[in-house]
């Protein structure tokens, strides 16, 4: 007996600790900051240091674990006596400029090593704490899977060099679903790029980083940016030809409905092998499928040259956009399962 299935889709990272006695519970508690000088959010900032005070000694954690932004090539100088922190500026700070510090895992305390997670602090050297974001995710081109630790930096330029030779203006790593915000920026428009920097000078210098970048220039105050990190080496994948035994009736058909009509190829997956390519049409037959748990996902096939290509930075050619049926598709011999899928490329 013969059966059908329809399925049906449309498109359309914040996170008074008392010394226990001995036999008490012991200290789990990160250091808590008492004050800053200057305060946090100070304007007209002039100061050559700020000095944060905890409840309790603290010590160094990470020295690496500060950001300043805008960027800057010369981190603030550290200094921590007892329960004191201080940061002194070693370069001229920018007039009329807000600066965040990101301070994250930075210090702990001395007793018990508890880290301080978060503390974060904001100034401006003009008379306005600036309010505009940048927001957005980033995503394996090949996968289309979120990638977390990426560098994104923003730029004013936007040559076919920027991300060889030229420092960002500002900079936040994405967290681990991907996504990656900039606060405080005044109103202006930058160029974004973003690279997964393995060799970490925020430069593109290995020929397998794999960097990425938006098309169009940006302007504050915009959000749902999508970055697709491709490597200029990636080849496309190979097809694993599917065996079919003619002699018997254990298959199953996927029948694909409503495909773009742009040049697009679509790729069946199975347990991480693709089994299936073919150019796109209207409505697309696979026949003889054996039964089990499969994926689907779509190329658009700018070049039309039927297989997914990668990108080229210094052309400024992204990676072909790959797009991910979002459920497992499950084939069942004798039946015929119809997949309805919107998408806009």
């Not at 959010?41 to 000694?57: D, G, H, R, W």
């Not at 925020?202 to 990425?212: D, N, R, T, W």
């Not at 009736?249 to 991480?272: C, R």
């Not at 400024?316 to 598709?329: Q, S």
């Amino acid at each position: 007996m013969k059966h059908t299935i329809y399925i049906g889709f449309f498109f359309l990272c914040s996170c008074a600790n008392v010394i226990a006695p001995n036999g008490g519970p012991k200290d789990i508690n990160a250091p808590k900051l008492l004050e800053i000088f200057p305060k946090n959010n100070t304007l007209s900032f002039n100061q050559p240091n700020i000095v944060f005070v905890f409840n309790e000694n603290i010590e160094l954690n990470d020295d690496n674990n500060i950001l300043i932004s805008p960027y800057s090539k010369k981190t603030p100088k550290i200094d921590v006596k007892k329960n004191e922190l201080k940061l002194e500026f070693e370069e001229k700070l920018l007039s009329n400029t807000t600066y965040f510090l990101s301070l994250n895992d930075l210090i702990k305390d001395v007793n018990e090593g508890n880290i301080l997670n978060e503390l974060n602090y904001m100034f401006s050297t003009g008379d306005k704490i600036d309010s505009l974001t940048i927001s957005g995710t980033v995503i394996d081109a090949k996968s289309s899977e979120p990638l977390s630790s990426v560098w994104i930096g923003l730029y004013k330029s936007n040559n076919d060099s920027v991300l060889y030779k030229e420092d960002p203006i500002y900079i936040v790593k994405s967290c681990k679903n991907g996504k990656f915000s900039f606060s405080n920026l005044s109103n202006e428009s930058f160029y974004i790029y973003a690279i997964d920097d393995l060799d970490n000078n925020l430069k593109f210098s290995i020929p397998y980083e794999k960097v990425g970048f938006y098309n169009e220039k940006v302007l504050s105050q915009t959000k749902d940016i999508e970055i697709r990190l491709f490597d200029e080496t990636a080849i496309a994948d190979s097809v694993k030809q599917i065996s079919i035994d003619s002699l018997t009736n254990s298959f199953g058909k996927l029948i694909i409905d409503s495909l773009p009509k742009t040049p697009t190829i679509i790729e069946l997956i199975k347990d991480k092998n693709i089994v299936y390519r073919k150019s796109g049409i209207n409505i697309l037959y696979i026949d003889s499928l054996k039964a089990g748990i499969y994926s689907l996902r779509f190329i658009d096939d700018k070049n039309e040259n039927g297989i997914w290509d990668s990108g080229n930075l210094i052309n400024r050619i992204p990676a072909e956009k790959v797009i991910l049926y979002p459920n497992e598709i499950t084939i069942r011999e004798n039946w015929d399962i119809v997949v309805e899928w919107q998408s806009n490329l």
